[in-house]
T-cell receptor
Framework: QKEVEQNSGPLSVPEGAIASLNCTYS??????FFWYRQYSGKSPELIMS????GDKEDGRFTAQLNKASQYVSLLIRDSQPSDSATYLC????????????FGAGTRLFVKA | DAGITQSPRYKITETGRQVTLMCHQT?????MFWYRQDLGHGLRLIYY???????DKGEVPDGYVVSRSKTENFPLTLESATRSQTSVYFC????????????FGPGTRLTVL
């Protein structure tokens, strides 16, 4: 069973703080990792993708990947109320067929 | 309009009825996907398609049927709807299957009474 685990939250941080979102996955053969943001009542949209160990930065967002420990994280610096959403971790599993497994998501609240 | 669209956006039906959810994309993406989203489960893959006339099962395919005769369309049919199929359904597309961003449609909220 391929699994992607996230803390469901809610995670509450004050405006301007760093929000840290974590995700673990079960398959060591996984190759591609994604963070999607989903506002209430809307569809998911991609924030970051990461394929290699280490950090990847894009503006206020940093994705971190550690394949040995099988976790991927998303840091949001200078959090804004507009960052309040559910963040979905997605992992592409290397199996006989193509499979993307999404975590259940972490709800983030940024308090003004 | 360019992008990925779904219809209907909202649907109420009764147990046992057949329902078809439509998905249309204008990017000529090879891959298309159907997900359902339920509280506590996140997004679960129902079916996906790598190209026209090529489809494969995802995590939760039971009770669903798909077809893809044209690259741009990927309808999802519930042959005999059950209450457990009440959910929000998202269609998505991507240029490749394994390492590419998926672009999601706006979703269809389906209620089975």
């Amino acid at each position: 069973q391929k699994e992607v685990e996230q803390n469901s939250g809610p995670l509450s941080v004050p405006e301007g703080a760093i929000a840290s979102l974590n995700c673990t996955y079960s398959d060591r053969g996984s190759q591609s990792f994604f963070w999607y943001r989903q506002y209430s009542g809307k569809s998911p949209e991609l924030i970051m993708s990461i394929y290699s160990n280490g950090d990847k930065e894009d503006g206020r967002f940093t994705a971190q990947l550690n394949k040995a420990s099988q976790y991927v994280s998303l840091l949001i610096r200078d959090s804004q109320p507009s960052d309040s959403a559910t963040y979905l971790c997605a992992v592409n599993f290397k199996t006989g067929g193509f499979k993307t497994i999404f975590g259940a998501g972490t709800r983030l609240f940024v308090k003004a | 309009d360019a992008g990925i669209t779904q219809s209907p956006r909202y649907k109420i039906t009764e147990t046992g009825r057949q329902v078809t959810l439509m998905c249309h994309q204008t990017w000529s993406h090879s891959y298309m996907f159907w997900y359902r989203q339920d509280l506590g489960h996140g997004l679960r893959l129902i079916y996906y398609s790598a190209a026209a006339d090529i489809t494969d099962k995802g995590e939760v395919p039971d009770g669903y049927v798909v077809s893809r005769s044209k690259t741009e369309n990927f309808p999802l049919t519930l042959e005999s709807a059950t209450r457990s199929q009440t959910s929000v359904y998202f269609c998505a597309s991507s240029t490749s299957g394994t390492s590419d961003t998926q672009y999601f449609g706006p979703g269809t909220r389906l209620t089975v009474l």
